[in-house]
Each structure stands twice: as C-alpha cells, then as structure tokens.
C-alpha cells in the first residue's frame, strides 16, 4: 500500500495551493480529485492582499497579477442610483507588499495552480478518482477510492488526510461535524456575460443595487467579462429564472442582447456556515468544507486560502518529527482555534452587509451600521485578528505586512516559510536566535512602518506571517523568541541582513 505524508481530497483552489505549500516543505503529499479537470467557467471573482502573498510563496504571484483587474472598491447605491455608502480600496502597493484586493477569472488560477503544481517531485494528483472510505486507524489514515478511468479501487494511506473537498465534504461527514448557522439562507441568481464591444459606463467599481424589492450586484471582471448577482424572489423557480429570456429581463437595467453572451446562469443558495469540528484525529478540514458565506465581503475563495496558510506548516512540522508528542496535538489543535473566530468574523459580517441591503431603509440603516462624521457612510476592509492559540499578549495572531529590505527585495522571497523577527535596529542589536530564525530590522528595511502599525518595537513572525506577539523590550522579545519552533522548510543559517 502507498503512504503519504498528507492525502488531500478536493483539488480546487484550496486544496491546489495547500498542495504547494506541502510541496515545498518536502512533505510527500497526494491529491485526490473526482473530476477529470478544472472547471471552465467563473465561479470565484475577487480575491485580497493577503492571498497575493500566499500566491507569492508558491511562486505564481506576476503570472497572476497579469491575468487580474484592478479593483477600486465597492459603492452601494439606491434604486434612484443615488450613493448610499462607499467602499474604496487603497490602490498601489500595500502594507502586504501587493495591491489591497484583484478581480480574477477562477479558471485561470486554477490553470496556473495545476500546471505549477506538476512540476514538484514530492505531489501527486490523481484526477478521476473519487473516495468513498475514510479509516483514521490512530497512527495513520487508510482511504480507498475508485480510479473512474478504469473502475479499480484503490487503497492508500496517509499520516493525515485534509478535506478541501467543499460545502458537501466527505471528510467531513466522517468527522461527524455539525454546523454553526448564521441565519443567512438566500437563492441568487448568478449570470456571467461576455461583452461584444466595451461598455465604459458600466465603470470598474463593483455596485450593490440597494433595491428592497430586489437587490442586485455588479462586478467588473477581466478582460469583457462582468458579473451580475441579482436575488431571486421566495416565489420564483430556480430553472425557469435561468431561461436566457428571463435572465435578459433582469439584465435590461444594464445591459442587452446585442451587446453581450451569456455565458453561465446558476441559481447559488448562499449560506452561512461554520462547521463545529474543523478536526478529529488525523481528519481535517479546509476551505467551503469547513465554512461557507454570503458574498458581500468577496471572502469565500480568500478565507480558504487563509485556512490553508495556517495549517500547512504545523503539518510540515508534525509529518517531519520536528514537534511531537503532546506538543503535536496542541500545533494542531491550534489550526481551528485560531482560524475559525476569524472565518466567523467574516462571516458574520457579511451576514450583517446583506441585511442592510435587503432592508426597505436601506440608506437610514447603513448610516447608522456604518457613520462618519459627516453622516454618511463609510465601510473600511476588516482584517480581524486569529483567535487563541500560539503566542502570547494581545498582540499575537496580527496579520503583519511584508517589509522591503533595502535592495527592493520583498522579505518573504529572502526568507520563505521562516520564523523571523522584526525588530527596531536598537532592540535587536547583539540579539541571538536560534537555527535558522531570521532577522529583520529598521536598518535594513522599511520595517519601521510596520511596527508602527503594529503598535510595537519588535515582533516574532511564524512561516505564516502572523505574529506571535509584540515586543517593546529585550525581556520581551526574547520571550517571544521562545516561543519559536522549527522551521518547517531545511535553512541555513541567517546572516543580519
């Protein structure tokens, strides 16, 4: 029988990108996906910052930037077309070294992912095979799948086996998760058009149609492509509002026939849901197995990426023998306690976003959700913290930025999947770290705005960039530095740079 460090059942976005991270920790890694290929047409649309920097790790960030639109933010307006609230999002090189958000064609990723992923020795993918049996057997996982190319059956084992198997996850069934309900259960129609001849007044802004009787979005894409989401009535029929003579209908507001293809209509239930165990034994999950949202925060293909980032080093660690024993379960235990308060707080608040745009006071609604001291409204991106888990104070588990060291070099491309400290040139001075622990400081980098933002004069980042707290003092900062724990990748020593 094969074995493998890690099965991976799904082989969509977040299994593909955990995957890679697998990879380059030199973990061997197997993914197990029941389609033959990608699917071709859009379904994700939007994706931020911090999954740019994900994508730069696994080495397809320029590729992708490419193939991506720049987003200048979210407006919601009246039927009237009367501004309700704004939403903007800075432009240009942010605090993660990327553009704040991208609007993207999935199945370009999705490409860019496979065709990157097939050059790493230590992953398998095998298409067309669907799992129908999980066994956590206490020291390793046996799972036994049909290679639908021929009709065998297939046996394999695994140290762990992760779910990015999706909203009906098998793995999850067999951890015998129930789910945490948010109250958000709505039909919309999704309809994605192909324009024949550029159409500048439908603007590069993202629109919600604050329209009680119907609620609408508008979403630019790349290239001709533009997205409409539009609420389905209780009374209407899924099938029939599909018919490309009623989608025309609900499109007329904007757009015609003769101007634009249709190219996919689907009626989406979105929901909102956490699952309550995220892991049971050497079952995990990630991704829409784990959580599913409404998409008024653009969040659901980014909260699996997140979820993926965090978990794939302490795998590394765990598959390796670098942390065992109880230390283990803990690192892993870890993984849903820290990411499931955040993927809530998305949730949630998407949760929130939609009621006020269904709400027949729309406009009076958002102002008071939402004031400035002029009295309109204003929304701002959330980048809520990790909830419990490794580090210490109340600054543990911040997402910090990535500094540029002095030569333009983005820190994560120096020092990929390291722990690294962060650190003002002063408190750092005569410091000493551990094996392959790097340093960074406001003498070699643009750290200091980072820090800044921070609240600190020093921080301990972990191969996820999240910060196992902050540090004003030597004191403190070296009892950061003992919190750290291997590196999940082999290093060499870090000269100060």
């Known amino acids: 029988m094969e074995h493998f460090d890690v099965a991976i059942v799904g082989y969509g976005p977040a ?221 209407e029929d899924s099938a029939q509002i599909t018919r490309p003579e009623n989608v025309w209908a609900l499109l007329s507001d904007w757009i015609t026939p003769d101007e634009a293809d249709l190219e996919r209509t689907a009626v989406y239930v979105f929901h909102s849901l956490v699952a309550k165990d995220w892991r049971k034994g050497r079952l995990l999950l990630a991704g829409d197995a784990c959580h599913q949202t409404p998409p008024f925060m653009g969040q659901g293909m980014c909260a699996g990426t997140r979820d993926v980032a965090n978990l794939f080093w302490k795998l590394a660690l765990v598959c390796k023998g670098k942390v065992t024993g109880t230390d283990a379960e803990r690192l892993l235990n870890s993984y849903e306690s820290e990411r499931k308060p955040n993927a809530r707080e998305y949730i949630q608040t998407a949760v929130r976003l939609g009621g006020l745009i269904n709400t027949a006071g729309t406009e009076e609604a958002l102002r008071a959700a939402l004031p400035t001291p002029d009295g309109s409204a204003r929304m701002e991106s959330i980048a809520p913290p990790l909830g419990h888990g490794l580090g210490r104070g109340e600054k543990a588990g911040r997402l910090f930025g990535q500094p540029r060291l002095n030569d333009g070099t983005l820190m994560d491309a120096v020092f990929p999947h390291q722990f690294v400290v962060v650190a003002e040139a002063g408190l750092a001075e005569g410091l000493v770290l551990q094996e392959g622990v790097a340093l960074v400081t406001t003498e070699t980098s643009n750290a200091a705005k980072h820090l800044a933002r921070l609240g600190a004069r020093a921080t301990v980042l972990r191969p996820d960039r999240h910060t196992l707290g902050g540090a004003d003092t030597r004191d403190e900062l070296e009892a950061l530095l003992a919190l750290v724990l291997p590196n999940p990748i082999e290093t060499q020593q870090p000269e100060l740079v």
């Open 15 to 235: 299994g593909a990108t955990l995957a890679h991270l697998l990879g380059q920790c030199g973990l061997k890694t197997l993914v197990l996906e029941r389609e033959s290929a990608h699917y071709h047409l859009p379904r994700a649309v939007h994706f931020d910052a911090e999954v740019m920097r994900v994508f730069q790790w696994i080495g397809i960030a320029d590729e992708m930037e490419k193939k991506t639109h720049h987003h200048p933010g979210m407006r919601f307006v009246d039927p009237q077309g009367k501004l309700l609230l704004d939403w903007p999002r800075p432009q240009g090189e942010g605090p993660q070294g990327w553009r704040a958000n991208y609007r993207f064609h999935q199945p370009d990723l999705e490409e860019l992912l496979r065709d990157h992923l097939g050059r790493r020795q230590d992953v398998v993918v095998r298409s067309r095979c669907e799992v129908f049996h999980v066994e956590d057997k206490g020291d390793r996982v046996e799972l036994r799948y049909e290679d639908m190319s021929c009709g065998s059956i297939e046996r394999i084992s695994a140290q762990y086996v992760v779910g990015c198997d999706g909203a009906r996850s098998l793995i999850r069934r067999y951890i015998e998760s129930g789910m945490e309900d948010y109250g958000f259960h709505e039909r919309w129609l999704v309809v994605d058009v192909i324009l024949k001849t550029e159409k500048p007044e439908l603007g590069d802004h993202s629109i919600q149609y604050c329209r009680p009787e119907r609620p609408a979005t508008y979403v630019r894409t790349p290239g001709m492509r533009r997205r409409w989401e539009i609420t389905v009535l209780p009374e």
